[in-house]
C-alpha cells in the first residue's frame, strides 16, 4: 500500500484574523472585508490561415471594489475620506489587507493602489437588537499586487 500523505499542510489561515493599514498605520479594526478580486477580459480572434476555433487573446485587468465593516465609533476617519472626496478632493490612497496566522504572525499582505472610497453607508438601526452598528464603506482600486504569501 502506498504512503499516502495530506495534500495540505499546513492548516488553512482562519479569515477572522487580519488588519487592513493605510500609510503604514492601522488605523481603524474592521469585523468585515470583502470583495478583493481580479478579472482579466478576453477577446475572440481569428486569422484566415488558422484552424476552424477562435483564439482567446487576453484583454483588461479589472479590479472589484471591496467593502470594510466595522462597529462605528467616536473615530470619524472613514467618514471624513468619504466626505471630502465628495466635496472634490481626490485623496487616494494605498491600502494593504495584512492576513495572520493563529500565532499572530503576518502570512499574506495584499497591496491595493490609488484606493478611494465610492461610498460610505450608516449603521442601520434596531432598537430590538443588541447588536453592534455597523458602518460600512466601498473602496475602489486601481490593482494590487501581493508582497508576501507563506
Not at 486569422?47 to 465609533?73: A, C, F, H, V, W
Amino acid at each position: 500500500m502506498p504512503d499516502i500523505k495530506p495534500p495540505h499542510k499546513p492548516d488553512p489561515y482562519h479569515s477572522y484574523n487580519f488588519f487592513v493599514e493605510w500609510n503604514g498605520i492601522i488605523h481603524a479594526g474592521f469585523r468585515q472585508c470583502t470583495g478583493l478580486a481580479s478579472t482579466q477580459n478576453s477577446s475572440d480572434y481569428r486569422e484566415g490561415t488558422d484552424p476552424l476555433t477562435m483564439r482567446k487573446l487576453p484583454g483588461l485587468n479589472s479590479y472589484t471594489n471591496i467593502t470594510l465593516q466595522r462597529g462605528i465609533t467616536n473615530n470619524d476617519e472613514l467618514w471624513k475620506w468619504r466626505q471630502n472626496l465628495s466635496r472634490g478632493t481626490v485623496d487616494r490612497r494605498d491600502i494593504s489587507i495584512v492576513l495572520l496566522d493563529q500565532t499572530g504572525q503576518e502570512k499574506i499582505r495584499w497591496n491595493l493602489t490609488n484606493c478611494w472610497p465610492t461610498s460610505w453607508k450608516a449603521p442601520d438601526f434596531d432598537a430590538t437588537t443588541d447588536g453592534a452598528a455597523i458602518e460600512s464603506m466601498e473602496l475602489a482600486y486601481e490593482g494590487f499586487t501581493v508582497d508576501k504569501w507563506s
